[in-house]
T-cell receptor, first 113, second 109 residues
Framework: DTGVSQDPRHKITKRGQNVTFRCDPI?????LYWYRQTLGQGPEFLTY????????KSRLLSDRFSAERPKGSFSTLEIQRTEQGDSAMYLC???????????FGSGTRLTVV | KNEVEQSPQNLTAQEGEFITINCSYS?????LHWLQQHPGGGIVSLFM???GKKKHGRLIATINIQEKHSSLHITASHPRDSAVYIC???????????FGTGTRLQVFP
């Protein structure tokens, strides 16, 4: 297992376009988390899944954002009608119940122009 | 006021110096995490601790649950320690991490 993989590493998109990011967690991990980090700030929680169930969503996750984990393995995060304020690093992490620590991916850096 | 706060925000040091980064939190937690983030974004987990002290190489993390305070120490700092160090914790009853804003450490030769 090569850890948590995120794709793409970088995405530049024009305002108003839709983008989708993918996260492949560690295979034994049942929990998957999405965070967003803007420049100079710590990451902020967006949402998390246990297997395929989305257990919690942040108020930061407007109706333009949707996340899925259809088979309890990889997850996708989609942003519709992107805005410049969506420019950030989107981080994915996975854990086994959260009690044994978290493993983070390298992130997807989104730039909306 | 953030639920997890760190100090200092920025720290510069000469190679070989002893480094201390502090983290205080205002919510009930069962464990606290120290993370390292290098330019480019990837985050590496350094420690997860719920009491006492842990040591890994030149890194030492301590936590005082009663005082809601944790520290990360780096002994004999080296330029390769230059990174952003972040403390984070999941409040009781949830699995999501709440992060501090990070401490940017630069160690000069």
């Amino acid at each position: 297992d090569t850890g948590v993989s995120q794709d793409p590493r970088h995405k530049i998109t024009k305002r108003g376009q839709n983008v989708t990011f993918r996260c492949d967690p560690i295979s034994e991990h049942n929990r998957l988390y999405w965070y967003r980090q803007t420049l100079g700030q710590g990451p902020e929680f967006l949402t998390y899944f246990q297997n395929e169930a989305q257990l919690e969503k942040s108020r930061l996750l407007s109706d333009r954002f949707s996340a899925e984990r259809p088979k309890g393995s990889f997850s996708t995060l989609e942003i519709q009608r992107t805005e410049q304020g969506d420019s950030a690093m989107y981080l994915c992490a996975s854990s086994f119940t959260g009690k044994h620590g978290y493993t983070f991916g390298s992130g997807t850096r989104l730039t909306v122009v | 006021k953030n639920e997890v706060e760190q100090s200092p925000q920025n720290l510069t040091a000469q190679e070989g110096e002893f480094i201390t980064i502090n983290c205080s939190y205002s919510v009930g937690i069962s464990a606290l995490h120290w993370l390292q983030q290098h330019p480019g974004g990837g985050i590496v987990s350094l420690f997860m601790l719920s009491s006492g002290k842990k040591k890994h190489g030149r890194l030492i993390a301590t936590i005082n649950i009663q005082e809601k305070h944790s520290s990360l120490h780096i002994t004999a700092s080296h330029p390769r320690d230059s990174a952003v160090y972040i403390c984070a914790a999941p409040p009781h009853g949830t699995d999501k991490l709440i992060f501090g804003t990070g401490t940017r450490l630069q160690v000069f030769p």
